[in-house]
Every structure is written in C-alpha cells, then in structure tokens.
C-alpha cells in the first residue's frame, strides 16, 4: 500500500509481511478505524467485497457513507450498513483496539454477515417480545437449573435469574397435567423436535392458579447428548377463560336452538355457499347431512313457493341496503316428503369491514308449520264457539218463550223449562268432553231414557226400550238439536205415551243410508202398549221443535203419525261431514 504520512489520519497504516497478508486474505470483514472512531484507515478486500466497493476504494471514507443512519462514529452491534449500489445489509461490527507502532491506537473492526435467527434475537428486539407478552427461560441439563427472564418470572412468580431447580418449579403442575405434559416433552426429545403445550400452573409467589403456554427447543453438546432446552412461557389465562365463557356460550345457544328447535345456518354472498350449522337444518329441509347445504339460487328457484318467491326477494335486498336484520317468512317444499312447509328465518348480514359490501349472512330457520295450523284451527275454533253460543243463546230465548206459551202454571213452566235446559246441558256436556265435538246418539238416547224407568226396574233399560243401530257419532251441528228432539220425544212419553204407564214399550232403530256428505241418519221412534194415541188438538212446544227445529237446523225430513197403538216418527237427517281442522289431535 502507498504510505501517505504519519501526520495524516486517513492515511493507512503499514501492514507488514505476514500482518498484511493475513489483513488482505482474511474470510472476514476486517477495517482499521481511526482512533476517534469517524474514519475508516483501510478495509480488506472481502468488507469491500460485501459492501460492493471496489477494492482499496474504501481507504479513508467517513464512517457516516458506511451506515443507513449516517452514524458519525462507529460502535459495535448488528448494524445497517449502505451498499455502494445503495441498498441496506445488516452486518454484526465488533470492535477492538489495536497497538500501532508509534504506541497511538487505531482501532480493528470485525464485520460478519448476520442470519436472519440471529437478527431477530438482537437486542433491538427484546423490547417487542417483552410486549408480546412472552418470557425466556433456559434450563441446564447438568444440575437442573432454571433460568428466567424477568418476564417470565413474573409470569411464574419465581424470581428472574437462575431462581429455581426444575424440581421445584414441577411442583405447580397438577398431577395430571404433569403427567400429560411429561409424555409429550418426551416424545419430542425422542425426536429431536420442538414441543409446545399449555397447561395450568399455579404461580410460585402467591399460589394463584393460571394458565401458561409453554415452547421450548433441546440444546445438544458437541457429543450429542442433551445439554439443556430454551424456550418461552407466556401467561394465557385471559384467553382460556375467553374460550371457555366462548365453549359456554355456544353449549347455551346449542341447547336453547335445539330446544327451541331452530336449524343454524351460514350463507357466503361471494360464492352462494351455505353452511349448515345443526342436524334441525337438515331436518326441516328434509335432506342428509352428506348433501350438504342449498345456496341462495336453489332456494329461491327452486325450494321456495313460487308465490313467496318474490317478497322474499324484496326483502333480502332491503336488509342487504339498510344493513338490518333479516325477516322472511315462506313456503318451502320438505326434500323427503315433497311436502310444502311453512318456515321463518330471521339473521343479519355481516362484513368483514366497516365501509365493506356484505360477505355473509348468519341467521336461524325454524319451521312453523305446526304452529300456522294450530293458529288457523284456533281461530275456527272460536267462529265455531261463536256460532254455536249464539244458536245456544237462539234455542234456549224459544224455549222460554215457547214453554211460558203453553205452560198452565207456574210449575208446569219450571218443570217442562228446566227439564229442556238439562237435555240442553247434557248435550253440550258430550260435546265438550269430546275431543272431536261429537256425541254418540245411543248415549244420547240412553241419557234421555234412562231416568223415566224408575228405580224398581229389575231388568233395566232393555226390559221397556229397544235401541238398534250402529255407533254414530252425531257433529256438533246437529247434536244439539237432535239431543232435543230426543228429550221432546221421551218427555212426550212419559207424559201422555208409553213410558207413562208400566206395561209401555219404545222402539228406536235406526242407520246410515248412503247419500250426503257423511251418510244420511234414518232415525225412527215407535212407541206401543201404552195407552190409546189420539192427534193433537193444538201443535205444542215439543211438536214445533220436531218440525221446526229439525226441518231448519238439520235439514231433516220429519214424518209424524199417531196410530191409536202408539205414536211414531221417522227423521231422514243428512250428516255433514267432519272438519278436520277442528281435530286438535291432527
């Protein structure tokens, strides 16, 4: 190299024989700094190399060219230098002082290329793993010593440094998680691989219970054998407890869609995919669960009624500009049975950001079919309850007319009036009991009869009435009716016919002729062995109602004759047919 004076600082020292041989030849980044650490005296040819100087080019430069930072004078570390071309590199510079021979110190400096594991545990950086919440450890295998950061020990409530043996600190593990714990270091160690658990721990200091997360990496000898593990701890506790109060939450909304019985469902906008969250999405569309969801075009084209199909339409494109809650209400036609189902789905529309179109829409579905029937056969219910308390209010406003018509006196009113609200009672009594508001004419007739035989009556009903027919549950539209017919007809009886004398006898027949919607009822009372039968004078309460009554109400065609052996009436009354959404079994 060519001497520029003693007296000049950017000059390069002399580097004698072997020195400079070693100086030029050196597989490392090497310079001579100047004593105050701002000029650089030489650098050797592979520092230039790295930095894309040419060689020698770099002989008395200011330390500032040489760092991104313009850095006026140079100080060890893991630094970012500038390239001649102008790019950054990070390079470790370490320096050290060195003796020249007029006893004046320059100062040597090492460069060394930097690996990116090694950058990201400089210094610089402890800063952000100490924010990131995490703590060091390292643990010797020669006496079982563990070494915390102050992070960790806090986390741990051990003190920082070489606190504690692993014997101890082993302590605060559960029996069982240790164990688990134990098998799954191991298993890693037998592999030579990291592992990583997480665990309760209770803390040192105070004996708190937490939750820690825990990596750790084997360190080996140069013989091989395992010298010790260094990893970090990090205190999650928060986020255990987050995901367990989560666990609960989706365990309460489980149970209550399941008892409520509503189906989960996610639909994707972008791509039209939906994703069925529980088995009642499956079971209301009526399809197996290795099928999978319906996007929204098969809904709307094809599951959906074809007259919701429109509202529903309307109303997804309104949540979808106002951003609200979703409602729709429809038809869908059941997968298995084909049939068309009644449902509700309510759900809101999601972004991934605000300002973002929306990307899905979580909701619930419930099918509501059971309850729109019950609701229409609860309302047919009450105008059948309406209708039939105001005949009800009809019939007895006639009785009491008719009865103080023809009554002779006080008492014959009370007795002829309270024994046709009775038969009025009883009727309504069977219908009411019964679920489908029917009443059985044989029970009718039996009720009516009965009482008019007497207590000494060894024989019972069948000794003096004959009842033949089939079971025939009479509709509420013509119980009431027939029920009083039934009443006039016995009340007659007893009064002036057959049960009015012990030797008389009542014959009633009667079945079901095809006709109508349900059959045509041929109903006929005889009555015999009583006393001789004469027509009436005058047409009485009771032979109105046989007429009137059962001509209007029951659409009956009624014949009445009066033979001297015994009166007779025969009724042809049409049986409407049963309205099954008055079953509330169905």
């Known amino acids: 190299m060519e001497d520029r004076g003693e007296d000049d600082d950017r000059a390069a020292p002399s580097v004698p024989g072997l020195h400079e041989a070693v100086f030029s030849a050196a ?71 060195a003796a020249r021979a007029e006893g004046e110190p320059d100062l040597v400096a090492v460069v060394e290329p930097v690996d990116a594991d090694e ?47 692993w014997a101890t600190m082993q302590t605060g593990f559960f029996p069982g998680d240790y164990q688990r714990i134990h098998q799954a270091v191991t298993a890693a160690l037998a592999r030579r691989a990291p592992w990583e ?44 407890e987050a995901q367990r109060a989560l666990r609960e939450r989706e365990q309460r909304l489980r149970v209550a ?42 809904f709307l084209n094809t599951i959906l009624h074809p007259e919701d199909r429109v509202k529903v339409r309307r109303q997804i494109t309104k949540a979808l500009r106002q951003d609200g809650v979703l409602h729709v209400a429809g038809r869908i036609r059941h997968f298995e049975t084909g049939a068309w189902r009644n449902i509700e789905m309510a759900g809101r529309f999601e972004r991934d950001a605000p300002g973002q179109l929306p990307t899905r829409l979580i909701g619930v ?8 029937q019950a609701q229409e056969r609860q309302s047919l219910l009450i105008r059948e309850l309406h ?131 349900a059959g045509i009822l041929h109903f006929a009372w005889r009555e015999s062995d009583g006393p001789p039968v004469t027509a009436p004078s005058r047409q009485g309460f009771g032979s109105r109602l046989l007429q009137r009554v059962l001509t209007t109400q029951v659409q009956a065609r009624v014949q009445s004759e009066y033979p001297s052996e015994g009166f007779r009436l025969v009724m042809q009354a049409p049986l409407p047919g049963r309205n099954a959404a008055l079953n509330p079994l169905v």
């Open 387 to 517: 209708h039939r308390v105001k005949n009800t209010l009809a019939t007895v406003q006639a009785i009491v007319g008719s009865t103080a018509r023809t009554a002779t006196s006080i008492d014959s009113f009370y007795e002829a009036f309270v024994g046709r609200i009775k038969s009025l009672s009883h009727t309504h009594s069977v219908l009411t009991e019964d679920t489908w508001q029917t009443a059985s004419l044989h029970g009718l007739l039996v009720n009516e009869l009965m009482p008019y035989l007497g207590t000494d009556e060894a024989e019972g009903l069948g000794s003096r009435v004959s009842l033949d027919g089939p079971e025939v549950d009479l509709p509420s539209d013509i119980a009431v009716p027939i029920g009083m017919a039934i009443h006039e007809l016995t009340t007659n009886a007893a009064k002036y016919g057959a049960l009015s004398t012990r030797q008389g006898r009542i014959s009633v027949s009667w079945s079901i002729m095809p006709g109508g919607e």
């Open 257 to 298: 869609t399941s008892l409520a019985a509503l189906g989960i469902f996610e639909w994707h906008l972008l791509d039209d995919a939906a994703i069925w969250e529980n088995e009642r999405m499956f079971e209301i569309f009526g399809r197996r669960q290795e099928e999978g969801g319906i996007g929204k075009g098969e």
């Open 197 to 240: 658990f997480e665990s309760r721990f209770v803390r040192g200091s105070d004996g708190v219970e937490i939750a820690i997360s825990v990596r750790g990496q084997p360190i080996y000898g140069a013989d091989g054998t395992l010298s010790g593990m260094v990893g970090i701890v990090r205190n999650v506790t928060q986020r255990i």
């Open 27 to 97: 597989s490392v980044g090497l310079a001579l700094i100047a004593a105050d650490g701002r000029t650089v005296r030489d650098a050797n040819p592979f520092l230039c190399n790295l930095l894309g100087y040419t060689p020698g080019s770099l002989a008395g430069a200011p330390v500032t060219k040489l760092f991104t930072d313009r850095t006026p004078v140079l100080t060890a570390g893991i630094r970012r230098w500038r390239r001649a071309d102008g790019e950054g590199i990070d390079l470790r510079l370490t320096i050290t002082p």
């Open 365 to 372: 579905v419930a099918d509501v079919t059971d309850r729109r």
């Open 119 to 165: 950058l990201v545990r400089a210094e610089q950086n402890r800063d952000a793993v100490i924010a990131a919440g995490l703590g060091e450890w390292r643990w010797e295998a020669a006496h079982g010593q563990v070494s915390l950061s102050r992070r960790a020990g806090e986390i741990l409530g051990y003190p920082a440094g070489r606190s504690a043996r």
